[in-house]
C-alpha cells in the first residue's frame, strides 16, 4: 500500500512537471508578448471611455483587457479602479472577462495542452460570454445598488487614504511612493509599478527608437519579471494539482458528478458542473488550463470543459474579494451573472461545434499515464529558446542596463536616483527604492554594503 501510494506521487509530479515543461515556451512566449503590449501599446485613461454602457465603451473594454495582465486578481483590482472612477458596469465586467479569456499566454497554453479546438472556443467563446454578460445585466442590473456602493467605495477609500498606482490603477502602498516636481505624492502596488512609472518620465523617442535601445528592453524586463509575480503561484499549483487529479481521482467520480451520454440536458449539466467545480477548485487565472486538462482525460463533455476554463473568475477566493470591495449583494449579483453566462457559454459551445462536426475526440490520444513528456523534440529546443529569451529579459533587468536613475538600491537592485530615501553608512551614501528596503539595510548593512551604489556609466542608456 505504501509502495503504491510512493509510486502514485512520483507519477503525479512526474504528469504535473511534464505538464508544465511541454507548455513552458507558450507560457514564457506569451508573457513576453503581453509585456511588449503592456510598454509598448498606448492607452487612454479607461474610466472616461468606459463610462457609457454601449457598443463602443464595450468593445473598448473588451480590447483594453486584452491587452492586460492574465491574472484574475489583478483584473479585479483595475476593475475596480475603473469602477470607481465611473466605468458602466457591464464594461468593467467586459474588462474582468477580456483579460482572463483573452490573453495570449492563456491562448498558446490551451493550444498545446488540449488543442486547436479549445483554443477556438476559447477565443470565439471569450466574446460570447461578454455579449452574454452584457445582455444580462441590461436586464438585470440594479443600478441604485451599484451607485450606493461606487460612492460608498470612494468614501471609503478617502476616508482610509487609499490611493491607485497611476500605472496600472491597483491600490498604492505608503512604502512605494515617490514625490514628483510638482510636489504631488503619488503611491505605487509594488516597486516595478514604482520604476515603471519613473521609466515613463525618463523615455525619449517612439517605440522603434525604444526597442533598439537598452531603456527599451529593460521597461520589458521590468514589466515581463511584474508578470511572472503576479501568475506563478496560480501556474505552479495548476500544474501540480492536475497530476494528483489525474491519478489520485477514480473515474466513478467523474462519472457520478457528470451524467454521461448525449443531449441537451446533458450538454446542459455538464456546463453546469464544471462551473461549479472550478468555483471550488481554488485554481484561477492560467493555473485552471491544466486542471481542464485532468477533466477532459477523464472523459468530461466538450461544454463541461470550456465552461470551467471560462470560470476562473468566480473561485471561492475570488468571490471573497468582490465581497470585500462591493459587499455580499453585490458578490451574489456577480456570482449569478457569471455562472448563468460562463454555464449557458459553455453550453452554447458544444452545440456549436457539434453542428459543425469539430468537437474533439479524446478516445484517439494518448492519456496523460502514457505520455512521454522530456524528450529531445521540438518541445525542447523551443523551451531552450524561451529560456534564453527569458533569462535575457531577467539579465538585463538585474543589471539596469539603460535604467532611469545614477543609484542602485543595495537591497533590491532597482535603479533610484538622490530624490528617494538614503543612509550613510562607513562613509559612504547609499539611495533606495523604498523605506522598505532602507530598514532591511538598516537591519543587515554589512549583507548590503558591497558594491558602490553609483551605477557604472558602461551601464548607462545608448
Given at each position: 500500500?505504501?509502495?503504491?501510494?510512493?509510486?502514485?506521487?512520483?507519477?503525479?509530479?512526474?504528469?504535473?512537471?511534464?505538464?508544465?515543461?511541454?507548455?513552458?515556451?507558450?507560457?514564457?512566449?506569451?508573457?513576453?508578448?503581453?509585456s511588449?503590449?503592456?510598454?509598448?501599446?498606448?492607452?487612454?485613461?479607461?474610466?472616461?471611455?468606459?463610462?457609457?454602457?454601449?457598443?463602443?465603451?464595450?468593445?473598448?473594454?473588451?480590447?483594453?483587457?486584452?491587452?492586460?495582465?492574465?491574472?484574475s486578481?489583478?483584473?479585479?483590482?483595475?476593475?475596480?479602479?475603473?469602477?470607481?472612477?465611473?466605468?458602466?458596469?457591464?464594461?468593467?465586467?467586459?474588462?474582468?472577462?477580456?483579460?482572463?479569456?483573452?490573453?495570449?499566454e492563456?491562448?498558446?497554453?490551451?493550444?498545446?495542452?488540449?488543442?486547436?479546438e479549445?483554443?477556438?472556443?476559447?477565443?470565439l467563446?471569450?466574446?460570447?460570454?461578454?455579449?452574454?454578460?452584457?445582455?444580462?445585466?441590461?436586464?438585470?442590473?440594479?443600478?441604485?445598488?451599484?451607485?450606493?456602493?461606487?460612492?460608498?467605495?470612494n468614501?471609503?477609500?478617502?476616508?482610509?487614504?487609499?490611493?491607485?498606482?497611476?500605472?496600472?490603477?491597483?491600490?498604492g502602498?505608503?512604502?512605494?511612493?515617490?514625490?514628483?516636481?510638482?510636489?504631488?505624492?503619488?503611491?505605487?502596488?509594488?516597486?516595478?509599478?514604482?520604476?515603471?512609472?519613473?521609466?515613463?518620465?525618463?523615455?525619449?523617442?517612439?517605440?522603434?527608437?525604444?526597442?533598439?535601445?537598452?531603456?527599451?528592453?529593460?521597461?520589458?524586463?521590468n514589466?515581463?519579471?511584474?508578470?511572472?509575480?503576479?501568475?506563478?503561484?496560480?501556474?505552479?499549483?495548476?500544474?501540480?494539482?492536475?497530476?494528483?487529479?489525474?491519478?489520485?481521482?477514480?473515474?466513478?467520480?467523474?462519472?457520478?458528478?457528470?451524467?454521461?451520454g448525449?443531449?441537451?440536458?446533458?450538454?446542459?449539466?455538464?456546463?453546469?458542473?464544471?462551473?461549479?467545480?472550478?468555483?471550488?477548485?481554488?485554481?484561477?487565472?492560467?493555473?485552471?488550463?491544466p486542471?481542464a486538462?485532468?477533466?477532459?482525460?477523464?472523459?468530461?463533455?466538450?461544454?463541461?470543459?470550456?465552461?470551467?476554463?471560462?470560470?476562473?473568475?468566480?473561485?471561492?477566493?475570488?468571490?471573497?474579494?468582490?465581497?470585500?470591495?462591493?459587499?455580499?449583494?453585490?458578490?451574489?449579483?456577480?456570482?449569478?451573472?457569471?455562472?448563468?453566462?460562463?454555464?449557458?457559454?459553455?453550453?452554447?459551445?458544444e452545440?456549436?461545434?457539434?453542428?459543425?462536426?469539430?468537437?474533439?475526440?479524446?478516445?484517439g490520444?494518448?492519456?496523460?499515464?502514457?505520455?512521454?513528456?522530456?524528450?529531445?523534440?521540438?518541445?525542447?529546443?523551443?523551451?531552450?529558446?524561451?529560456?534564453?529569451?527569458?533569462?535575457?529579459?531577467?539579465?538585463?533587468?538585474?543589471?539596469?542596463?539603460?535604467?532611469?536613475?545614477?543609484?542602485?538600491?543595495?537591497?533590491?537592485?532597482?535603479?533610484?536616483?538622490?530624490?528617494?530615501?538614503?543612509?550613510?553608512?562607513?562613509?559612504?551614501?547609499?539611495?533606495?527604492?523604498?523605506?522598505?528596503?532602507?530598514?532591511s539595510?538598516?537591519?543587515?548593512?554589512?549583507?548590503?554594503?558591497?558594491?558602490?551604489?553609483?551605477?557604472?556609466?558602461?551601464?548607462?542608456?545608448?
Amino acid at each position: 500500500m505504501q509502495a503504491a501510494l510512493v509510486d502514485g506521487i512520483l507519477e503525479s509530479l512526474r504528469i504535473g512537471v511534464g505538464f508544465l515543461w511541454t507548455a513552458a515556451w507558450a507560457i514564457i512566449m506569451g508573457l513576453v508578448i503581453t509585456s511588449l503590449v503592456q510598454v509598448y501599446v498606448s492607452k487612454e485613461r479607461m474610466a472616461t471611455v468606459l463610462g457609457e454602457g454601449n457598443l463602443s465603451g464595450l468593445t473598448k473594454a473588451t480590447v483594453f483587457g486584452a491587452a492586460s495582465s492574465g491574472c484574475s486578481f489583478g483584473a479585479i483590482a483595475i476593475g475596480k479602479g475603473l469602477f470607481k472612477k465611473g466605468a458602466h458596469t457591464v464594461n468593467f465586467f467586459a474588462f474582468m472577462f477580456a483579460s482572463t479569456n483573452l490573453i495570449v499566454e492563456l491562448g498558446l497554453m490551451i493550444l498545446i495542452l488540449l488543442g486547436w479546438e479549445f483554443l477556438v472556443a476559447e477565443l470565439l467563446g471569450g466574446l460570447i460570454l461578454i455579449a452574454v454578460m452584457a445582455v444580462l445585466v441590461h436586464l438585470t442590473l440594479p443600478e441604485n445598488l451599484f451607485e450606493e456602493v461606487r460612492q460608498e467605495l470612494n468614501q471609503r477609500d478617502q476616508k482610509e487614504g487609499v490611493t491607485e498606482d497611476p500605472t496600472c490603477g491597483m491600490e498604492g502602498k505608503d512604502e512605494y511612493s515617490l514625490t514628483t516636481d510638482g510636489g504631488e505624492r503619488l503611491t505605487f502596488c509594488s516597486e516595478g509599478c514604482m520604476e515603471t512609472y519613473r521609466q515613463e518620465l525618463a523615455s525619449s523617442g517612439g517605440w522603434r527608437e525604444e526597442l533598439v535601445s537598452w531603456g527599451g528592453w529593460y521597461k520589458v524586463g521590468n514589466q515581463y519579471r511584474k508578470e511572472w509575480s503576479m501568475i506563478w503561484k496560480d501556474v505552479v499549483a495548476g500544474f501540480l494539482i492536475s497530476g494528483f487529479v489525474i491519478v489520485f481521482v477514480p473515474q466513478w467520480v467523474w462519472n457520478t458528478l457528470f451524467i454521461q451520454g448525449d443531449g441537451l440536458l446533458v450538454t446542459a449539466e455538464n456546463a453546469i458542473m464544471g462551473v461549479t467545480i472550478a468555483i471550488f477548485s481554488f485554481v484561477g487565472s492560467m493555473g485552471n488550463v491544466p486542471f481542464a486538462v485532468a477533466l477532459w482525460g477523464g472523459g468530461i463533455s466538450f461544454a463541461g470543459v470550456i465552461a470551467f476554463v471560462y470560470a476562473d473568475l468566480i473561485t471561492i477566493p475570488v468571490l471573497n474579494v468582490y465581497r470585500k470591495y462591493y459587499g455580499w449583494k453585490i458578490m451574489l449579483y456577480i456570482l449569478a451573472v457569471f455562472f448563468v453566462t460562463m454555464a449557458f457559454t459553455g453550453f452554447l459551445m458544444e452545440l456549436l461545434f457539434d453542428a459543425l462536426d469539430i468537437v474533439p475526440d479524446l478516445a484517439g490520444g494518448e492519456t496523460a499515464t502514457e505520455q512521454t513528456y522530456f524528450e529531445l523534440n521540438y518541445t525542447f529546443y523551443l523551451n531552450l529558446v524561451a529560456s534564453a529569451l527569458s533569462g535575457f529579459l531577467l539579465y538585463v533587468y538585474r543589471r539596469g542596463l539603460g535604467a532611469p536613475g545614477q543609484y542602485r538600491d543595495p537591497v533590491c537592485g532597482m535603479r533610484t536616483d538622490d530624490s528617494g530615501p538614503s543612509l550613510t553608512y562607513d562613509g559612504e551614501t547609499y539611495y533606495f527604492c523604498a523605506n522598505q528596503c532602507k530598514q532591511s539595510f538598516e537591519k543587515q548593512p554589512t549583507a548590503f554594503a558591497q558594491d558602490h551604489p553609483q551605477v557604472s556609466q558602461s551601464h548607462e542608456h545608448h
